[in-house]
């Protein structure tokens, strides 16, 4: 046998070798491929969910998870409809928050723009879910989450027409679930106007005034003494700071000194409101002047009768 001959008998028993021995590989990595499928599939809920991990899909009645039906799922609502979702994940919320480390936000981005946005934690009972049900649009008397009211809000305030509704949830900067559907608002939004006016009293029925942190009859007197000039009555004043703060210049001198607290009113036409204001009081080297004005938070309408 000449040389060249040799080599080419080596190299096509060494090519033989070769494909044997990936033979062999693959005829092993199915099991292992099924051990693996297995393993992941025990984190879905159905076909469906399978089908669709990092989807968000919808529909006009509540979804059951691992009872959808895809004939009544959709992609097209009118602003009549009540809307709920259901959200698949590729993997549990537990692996994907780090053991409930990071919160997780829903946001509603309609035509583009961002018209509602709701964090969260997932409850320990379910931080091992690779789902999580969702409520867009649905009554006060149905819904079962609190991110519902903030939607519902957001969607008060489109327009009449055709909107593009997309559906995201993410935790920290990454995305990992998505759905869109589009709204006909061609008949105008009132319902969902109304839904937004149902939850706003809901809320304000059950808004109290904060419990104090501190009580200091003086100070609180005094501070209802400085919103005397106001249009509006003020009732209580509740601390919700555990003291002054102090704030000094450069040098470290003292210049003022600010705290927060809840004030209760009651406005000329007869209801009534919380705000949250900053008092503030000068110091002129050897004492602290009088309390006034710092600086004016949030305002929420209130029952008067929650003013205790």
């Known amino acids: 046998m000449s040389y060249i001959s040799g080599n080419i008998v080596l190299f096509i028993f060494i090519l033989e070798f070769t494909a044997n021995s990936n033979s062999q590989n693959i005829t092993n990595n199915p099991l ?4 693996e499928d297995s393993l992941q599939s025990s984190s879905y809920i ?21 009872k959808e039906n895809q004939s009544g799922l959709s992609d097209t609502f009118s602003s009549t409809d009540n809307i709920w979702g259901i959200i698949y994940l590729n993997d549990s919320f537990k692996n994907l928050t780090q053991s409930n480390k990071y919160e997780v936000s829903q946001y509603i981005i309609v035509d583009g723009n961002e018209t509602a946005r709701y964090s969260f934690r997932m409850l320990p009972e379910k931080i091992e879910q690779t789902f999580l049900k969702t409520e867009i649009i649905v009554p006060p008397a149905q819904a079962h989450t609190k991110g519902v009211k903030h939607y519902v809000r957001g969607f008060s305030g489109i327009s009449a027409g055709m909107h593009d509704v ?7 900067d990454d995305t990992v679930a998505v759905g869109s559907f589009t709204l006909d608002c061609h008949d105008g ?10 939850y706003e009293t809901k809320t304000m029925k059950s808004l109290m005034l904060p419990k104090p942190v501190i009580r200091d009859a003086v ?15 003020a009732l209580k004043v509740v601390i919700t700071d555990n003291g002054w703060t102090l ?4 040098a470290g001198e003292p210049v003022f000194r600010t705290i927060n607290t809840a004030i209760a009113f009651k406005k000329p036409e ?7 204001i900053s008092f503030r009081q000068d110091f002129d080297g050897k004492n602290f002047g009088k309390t006034h004005k710092y600086a004016i938070g949030n305002s929420y309408d209130i029952p008067c009768k929650n003013v205790k």
């Open 189 to 198: 939004t009132e319902y969902i106007k109304e839904l937004n006016n149902d």
């Open 32 to 35: 292992s491929n099924n051990i």
């Open 46 to 66: 159905s076909d469906y969910h399978k089908l669709n991990p990092g989807k968000i899909i919808f529909s006009n009645t509540p979804i059951e998870p691992g």
């Open 219 to 233: 100070l609180e007197a005094d501070i209802l003494n400085s919103l005397s000039d106001l249009p509006r009555t």
């Open 166 to 172: 997309k559906v995201a949830m993410r935790i920290r």
């Open 247 to 250: 704030i000094k210049n450069l």
């Open 270 to 276: 007869g209801n009534c409101s919380m705000v949250f």
